[in-house]
C-alpha cells in the first residue's frame, strides 16, 4: 500500500470543524448556550467566538432586569468586539491583554465593565 492511498480518517471531521468556524465567522450571531454545570474559577460566563456566549445556569432563572447585575452585559460587549475586531483580531487582542495586563487590567475587559462597573461572583 502506497502512501497516497492512504486517506487520512480524521479529514472529514477537521474539513467539517473548518466549514463550520467559517460559517459562524461569517454570520457573527451572538448564540446565548446555558450550560448545565458551573463555570471552574471565578469566571460567571465566557464568550468564545464564534460559537457564542456561555452562561453558567444559575443565570437562566436569574431576573435580568437590570443588565448590570446580570453577566450577559459584559459578555455581550465582548461580542461586540469580537463583531468589531474579527475572529483571529478579536483573540490575538485578548490573548496579548491577558499576557501583559492580566485578566482583568487589560483595555477589553475594561470596556467590557464601563456600562455596569465590575462584576463580583454571586452578585
Partial sequence: ???NDMKPKYA???IALVLTIALLNIYKHAFIIYLPF???GNQMAATIPPFGIFLEP???T???T???KHPLAHELVHWEQYERLGLFSFYYNYFQCLRTSGR???WMEREAQRPCGDFKRGK
Fill in 66 to 68: 437590570n443588565p448590570c
Fill in 104 to 106: 482583568l487590567n487589560n
Fill in 58 to 60: 444559575k443565570f437562566k
Fill in 1 to 3: 500500500m502506497q502512501i
Fill in 38 to 40: 458551573n463555570i471552574p
Fill in 12 to 14: 472529514i471531521p477537521i
Fill in 62 to 64: 436569574q431576573d435580568s
